[in-house]
């Protein structure tokens, strides 16, 4: 009868457009869409709305290219074992999700060193799940899997990133930041800076240290 197997499929459309890397004096990146501003200040359209920051705080615009994945209209008269995705390590997760969100990896790397030690499958006794310990209301809040170790890094950076930018134009951002992270937003709103929690203090300095360390 000859070849049985038939295989049909179409590109539908492979679309191209560009998104930015605002780089901050800090040394940390924002990724938006597009800018404007009006000399004194810089106003970012990102996928969650409009952020605005000094202009004297920025270093400077990196245009990327984002190329949409093709779609593709498939029809197999026979079934085949699709091929299995490579397993990215935990490296390579936090170093991907730090990319896509322009913070320095080294900074993440502290982070889940200072929460999970890089164990996927770490569960505090207050429920915080994974490599970012994230607890379940924050991941659900970010439609996120805690379970998942590719979702809970990607959606601990997101965390993470939202926070700097809440803080973008403190000088204690990155203390506030991971104060935040540690002990609840309205905890650092409360005191107006890092709680006087002696875990959340420790956890604080902890991290900065490694990541000081790790950036020289």
């Known amino acids: 009868m000859g070849i049985t197997k038939i295989l049909l499929f179409a590109l539908v459309a492979l679309p191209i457009w560009s998104a930015e890397q605002?780089?901050?004096?800090?040394?940390?990146?924002?990724?938006?869409?597009?800018?404007?501003?009006?000399?004194?200040?810089?106003?970012?359209?990102?996928?969650?709305?409009?952020?605005?920051?000094?202009?004297?705080?920025?270093?400077?615009?990196?245009?990327?290219e984002v190329f949409a994945q093709p779609t593709l209209a498939l029809a197999i008269a026979t079934s085949e074992i699709p091929k299995a995705q490579p397993v990215l390590t935990t490296k390579e997760l936090i170093d991907n999700a730090a990319r896509t969100y322009g913070i320095p990896a080294s900074f993440i790397h502290s982070v889940v060193q200072?929460?999970?030690?890089?164990?996927?499958?770490?569960?505090?006794?207050?429920?915080?799940?994974?490599?970012?310990?994230?607890?379940?209301?924050?991941?659900?809040?970010?439609?996120?899997?805690?379970?998942d170790p590719k979702q809970n890094v990607e959606a601990g950076v997101r965390h993470l990133?939202?926070?700097?930018?809440?803080?973008?134009?403190?000088?204690?951002?990155?203390?506030?930041?991971?104060?935040?992270?540690?002990?609840?937003?309205?905890?650092?709103?409360?005191?107006?800076?890092?709680?006087?929690y002696q875990e959340t203090q420790l956890y604080v300095e902890k991290i900065l240290n490694r990541y000081n360390y790790l950036r020289k």
């Open 161 to 196: 990133t939202d926070l700097l930018v809440r803080f973008k134009d403190d000088p204690e951002q990155l203390r506030k930041t991971l104060a935040a992270y540690n002990a609840g937003l309205g905890a650092v709103e409360k005191y107006n800076g890092v709680p006087p």
């Open 22 to 64: 605002v780089l901050l004096r800090t040394g940390f990146a924002i990724r938006c869409e597009s800018h404007t501003s009006d000399g004194e200040t810089v106003f970012l359209q990102t996928g969650s709305g409009v952020v605005s920051i000094k202009a004297s705080e920025i270093a400077g615009f990196e245009l990327e």
């Open 114 to 147: 200072a929460e999970s030690g890089y164990n996927v499958n770490a569960l505090s006794p207050k429920g915080a799940i994974g490599l970012m310990q994230l607890m379940p209301s924050t991941a659900k809040s970010l439609g996120a899997d805690p379970n």
